[in-house]
């Protein structure tokens, strides 16, 4: 495949933005399980085991749990 690079022929302005890009990723989606699990199901659009299951299981970089907090709550 071209232009897949492994992770030792990255220089370190890459690198620093792949973990920026995971620590962002991994916040945004503790910060919208966090909201998700206090809020009643009455302020959720659509069920919460589903918003669960998208912000946990999906590589979304950020977009599934700014989704939720954009759209799924009321």
Not at 18 to 44: C, H, W
């Amino acid at each position: 495949m071209a232009g897949v690079k492994q992770w030792s022929q990255l220089t370190g302005g890459q690198r620093a933005l792949v973990v920026t890009g995971v620590v962002v990723d991994s916040v945004a989606k503790a910060a919208a399980l966090r909201d998700l699990r206090r809020r009643p199901a009455a302020q959720v659009r659509g069920p919460k085991w589903l918003w669960g299951a998208a912000i946990a299981l999906t590589g979304s970089l950020g977009a599934v749990p700014l989704a939720y907090f954009l759209v799924g709550r009321r």
